[in-house]
Nanobody, 114 residues
């Protein structure tokens, strides 16, 4: 059974930092492309960052050097380091694993507010 479990969300002030983690199980992790997506209330889900099985990385245009995605194939983990957070980064953040099929985690809430 495939499971993706996100953690690390919470409440942070503007300008602050958070690190999200996604623990994967039930998949051959190193073969999967991994990604972080987010969905704010009333908005469509959008790509935050992706990292392929080969380590190629891409970011959503809004990231502008503030976030860093990484993966640990041994631990079956993917991370999203978020710095200089803005109020508009408030959303539920989801982990996604893609190979022939795609799998989603349940999400973790990130709230940026003073």
């Amino acid at each position: 059974q495939v499971q993706l479990v996100e953690s690390g969300g919470g409440l942070v002030q503007p300008g602050g930092s958070l690190t999200l983690s996604c623990a994967a199980s039930g998949i051959f992790f190193s073969s999967f492309n991994m990604g972080w997506y987010r969905q704010a209330p009333g908005k469509q889900r959008e790509l935050v960052a992706g990292i392929t099985s080969g380590g190629l990385i891409n970011y959503g245009d809004f990231v502008k050097g503030r976030f860093t995605i990484s993966r640990d194939n041994f631990k079956k983990m993917v991370y999203l380091q978020m710095n200089r957070l803005k109020v508009e980064d408030t959303a539920v953040y989801y982990c996604k694993a893609t190979y022939s099929n795609s799998y989603w985690g349940q999400g973790t809430q990130v709230t940026v507010s003073s």
